[in-house]
């Protein structure tokens, strides 16, 4: 009963999205349109959530539910299962694409209707192709016959409290720009785009966007970092790229929306991001869904399914590139302003952000690209983009330092130069501190250290001359950028590792701890067996500080072996052990790991994010008014 | 009976296990020759493990990762440089294995392109720059 | 000028589009990659036999007539499942099947062998796997076909399958 419900209500939204491009194409009345939108997000959210059920319920006749799930997973897992494999994640899809579509639909008052009614014309014609996709070629609510008395399980590594809101996130964060997307097409198709003010709709989607896809970015780095087992936290792995692409844009969008709304310059340049962002949201889906390459991310699946996104991205990007080409004219207007200031500031952020981008899909398709032409193959891994990207990087983040001191409009180099020389002395007193205690340098690793230091004592110093009231979200988000580079770069070059084999009851040290390797027990979990290894930290001063327990398990269901680091965290460093293999006569291989300031990564996310939420409540009552 | 099937997994627990995704130098492999590891490790990380998931032999507990570390050790011992030890690596398994690829014919687009991009960026703002200062002088 | 600038977009984009789409119709594996000792010759190598006591010498072994290599392990499932396509190749086409016994226990390789059929004409022991590694093996069961004239001019990686079976011997056909 309930899988063909969930099936219904799939059908119904497809009923529903149709409606909705007809209506809006045909200009109907609001309240007709208003049937469509309502009708759209329930029946898109009914079937998300009978998804949900069915897993929870464990009903074994269905084939999603068979082939990711089992009765002894528990229930947290059970539920984000749901999103977790390729037929699931496509209804996510289509429910982050309905919910932004309420709120476009929610932008309605007295004047702009027709601007509303395209925009929700472009969302539903978005909405329509992805859940004709699902029906058509991953249908969760499809059946399996004979009905089975127990699912294949779950791969246990992706059973994880991080891992689990990654992906809900992480979907409002791109998915969440075809609002954007549908706002930018609706300006440019419509014959007096410009006379609305297109831009102040867009900030808060946009807003939206960025923020989540910041946290969502953050949690699966976070998730990697403490459970893969040595620390590393971004491979540029494809899919990685895939969502690190549409956040680089954003960044860029979201900077260059406040030129536009302040000055409006730059109009047509906005028009264009928001539309390649949305469209490389969805080239990324196509990479991890087509089987095209291999990654740790991808779900595996058939080229036809790959063929069947290839056609709807031609389909929309073909559109929209075209509508720009052609009518994006109009919107180059008062482009003209000062190097020295703001607008120049974000200019230079906005350039460095779109080089970065496309030198990510250059790295990213290459392979791809050489495959095609020259039947050879070649691996395009972390070492190119520590080459190319973070370099690139580097004169953005520096930039960052100063740009919000800027003033709009003129700004005199002179002038400039006495602001920031508080900071910048400050920046340089605590680099050689930092260097004096750690003792390693590298270029790029002083060059990260100081940028860091730049950026968080000039933010600082602003939120201090604002006596710590009136935080925008900029200034928040900003320290939250240099809190994150710190972190980055001080993890990176002085992180200290040593590999041993350790024998029950025997110690070892790294650097000021010593840590004794005391027990190993057998332990019974939820759904795995372990044996975990107890090991005391004691400081300088022989007081112990901590008890790590890393363990190596065993899953019975799926036969999936995992190891689980155990972490001591404070603001300092990252203790962190994982047990390796051995035995009692020979003794285990221990992978001890410190790992300085590793937490202001995690600190710099959540700050950015914080910065976001800021800015989003304050976009939200200009458009109240 | 549900002991003794504990006993027997926890044993294989105890005895071998290959874990996945784990940073996997072992112990019997690091070399005494402090230079010669950080060498091995430097190398090590730009081979690709061709039987993972965008890995490099570092990181992997694959046995091909483990013999191929074991054999840029002992190449490293032997006296081969960097340059050879690669070259030993690609006649056998391609450019492929490689995870910085290698400046070719075919990758040179690859390696400057992304300072075209840089280079085209520059240049938009300076081009920016002298017609805002026209248009501001006016 | 403008207007052929604003027309970049969509042209790098259907650029990109295009290749996406002639990879997912041409036949490929995304995770199998071509080997680098194509149209090279055989990597020499002497080593211990499994049967025989005489050594194994590449030198002498390959060169003359179309020869199969074939990469396995007691310990490997797949190339217990593979073993039914290597007799058949030995048996029903004539083709010389050389085994390269990967990081394996002898013994152990002789029994399977005894108890599953022996279709190689010889057996060389790679105790240490770096032979393998001469061949640019990373995953066995590996088949190479090696021609007459003792260079390499395919390689498989992976099980034979039905399919795969008839398409190694399209190619011999082809070589001859």
């Known amino acids: ?125 978005i909405s329509l192709g992805f859940i004709i996709f699902t029906i058509l070629t991953s249908n969760p609510f499809e059946r399996i016959v004979p009905t089975q008395e127990n699912g294949l399980g779950f791969n246990p590594i992706l059973q994880d409290p991080a891992l689990a809101i990654h992906p809900p996130l992480l979907y409002i964060g791109y998915v969440g720009l075809s609002a954007a997307f549908s706002i930018s097409v609706a300006t440019l198709a419509l014959e007096n785009g410009e006379k609305f003010p297109w831009y102040i709709y867009m900030k808060p989607f946009v807003m939206v966007s960025w923020t989540f896809l910041t946290i969502g970015i953050a949690l699966g780095s976070l998730w990697a970092y403490y459970e893969l087992g040595w620390g590393g936290w971004w491979f540029w792995d494809p899919v990685e790229n895939a969502s690190f692409m549409p956040w680089l844009l954003g960044t860029a969008l979201l900077h260059s929306l406040i030129i536009v709304e ?215 988000a900003h320290l939250g950028v240099g809190f994150l580079i710190l972190g980055i770069t001080a ?135 | 009976m549900f002991k003794n099937i504990l006993k027997i997994i926890i044993s294989i627990l105890l005895v071998q296990i290959s874990l996945i995704n784990s940073n996997a130098v072992e112990p019997d492999e690091i070399l005494n020759n402090q230079k010669y590891e950080i060498r091995a490790r430097e190398i090590s990380k730009n081979i690709r493990c061709m039987v993972c998931q965008n890995q490099s032999i570092d990181d992997s507990s694959s046995s091909i990762a483990r013999d191929l570390r074991i054999l840029i050790r002992s190449k490293i011992e032997e006296g081969n440089e960097d340059k050879e030890i690669y070259k030993f690596l690609t006649k056998r398994y391609g450019d492929f294995i490689l995870l910085k690829p290698p400046l070719k014919t075919n990758t040179i687009a690859l390696w400057f392109l992304p300072f075209v991009f840089l280079l085209v960026g520059i240049l938009v703002i300076l081009n920016h720059n002298k017609k805002s200062n026209k248009f501001i002088k006016k | 000028m403008k207007n052929q600038f604003l027309k970049l977009p969509i042209i790098i984009f259907f650029i990109i ?80 099947v050389i085994g390269i016994n990967y990081k394996d226990d002898a013994e152990k390789a002789i029994e399977w062998l005894k108890k599953l059929g022996n279709p190689y004409s010889s057996v060389a022991i790679d105790k240490n796997g770096k032979i393998a590694i001469d061949w640019g093996v990373y995953g066995i069961p590996e088949t190479f076909i090696v021609n007459s004239k003792g260079k390499i001019k395919y390689r498989h990686v992976g099980a034979i399958t039905a399919k795969r079976y008839k398409k190694i011997n399209q190619i011999i056909k082809e070589i001859e």
């Open chain 1, 1 to 125: 009963m309930a899988p063909t419900l969930g099936n219904l209500a799939l059908w119904l939204s497809l009923v529903f999205a149709g409606l909705q491009l007809y209506n809006t194409r045909k200009k109907k009345k609001f309240k007709i349109i208003a049937i469509s939108v309502k009708g759209l997000l329930i029946s898109s959210l009914f079937s998300f959530f009978l998804l949900i059920y069915l897993h929870v319920i464990s009903d074994f006749s269905v084939l999603n539910v068979f082939q990711n799930s089992h009765t002894t997973k528990p229930l947290f897992y059970k539920i984000t299962a749901v999103w977790g494999n390729h037929e699931g994640s496509m209804l996510l899809w289509i429910i982050v694409l309905t919910i932004f579509n309420y709120f476009i639909f929610k932008l309605y008052n007295k004047k702009n209707f027709i601007f509303v009614s395209k925009a929700l014309e472009i969302q539903s014609f």
């Open chain 1, 262 to 476: 302040k000055k409006q310059s730059l109009q047509a340049w906005v028009l264009l991001l928001s539309i390649l962002a949305f469209l490389l949201s969805v080239v990324g889906t196509f990479l991890v869904r087509s089987g095209i390459l291999t990654s740790v991310h991808t779900f595996a699946l058939d080229p036809t399914r790959g063929v069947y996104i290839l056609l709807f991205i031609a389909i929309l990007s073909g559109y929209s590139l075209m509508l720009f080409s052609s009518k994006s004219k109009i919107y180059f207007t008062n482009n003209y302003f000062n190097f020295f200031s703001k607008e120049g500031a974000i200019l230079v952020n906005n350039i460095i952000m779109v080089v970065a981008c496309a030198t990510v899909l250059l790295g990213t398709i290459y392979p791809l690209l050489i495959e095609a032409l020259t039947n050879n193959k070649i691996s395009i891994g972390e070492p190119y983009y520590n080459s190319t990207v973070v370099p690139i990087m580097l004169p953005a983040l520096f930039i960052m330092g100063v740009g919000p001191i800027l003033s709009w409009g003129n700004d005199s180099g002179l002038r400039i130069a006495k602001r920031i020389s508080p900071t910048f002395l400050i920046t340089l007193l605590m680099t050689i501190i930092i260097f004096l205690i750690y003792k390693s340098y590298t270029f790029l690793g002083i060059a990260g250290i100081i940028i860091a230091f730049w950026i968080i004592f000039n933010n600082l110093t602003i939120l201090y001359r604002n006596k710590f009231s009136n935080l925008t979200g900029m200034v928040v």
């Open chain 1, 491 to 625: 993890s990176s070059i002085w992180q200290v590792e040593k590999i041993i084999k350790m024998k029950l009851k025997t110690e070892t040290e790294i650097n000021e701890y010593q840590v004794i390797f005391n027990k190993i027990n057998e332990v019974k979990g939820a759904n795995y067996l372990a044996l975990r290894g107890d090991f005391l930290i004691y400081n300088k001063e022989k007081k112990i500080i901590a008890k790590l327990q890393p363990e190596n398990r065993f899953y019975p269901v799926t036969g999936n072996f995992t190891s689980e680091a155990s972490i001591h965290t404070n603001l300092f460093r990252d203790l962190y052990i994982v047990l390796g293999e051995g035995n009692i006569n020979d003794g285990w291989t221990i992978r001890l790991y410190y790992n300085p300031l590793v937490i202001w990564i995690w600190i710099g996310a959540l700050t950015m994010f914080l910065g976001g939420i800021i800015s989003i409540n304050k976009s939200l009552r200009k458009i109240i008014e």
């Open chain 3, 17 to 96: 589009l295009f290749i996406f789409f002639y990879l997912l119709i041409i036949d490929r594996n995304p995770s199998k990659v071509p080997s680098a000792l194509l149209n090279k010759s055989v990597p020499s190598f002497n080593a211990e036999t499994l049967f025989k006591n005489k050594k194994f010498s590449s030198s002498e072994e390959f060169g003359g007539q179309v020869i199969l290599v074939n990469f396995f392990a007691t310990w490997c499932k797949p190339c217990r499942n593979e073993h039914v396509f290597i007799k058949r190749f030995a048996e029903d086409q004539n083709i010389k």
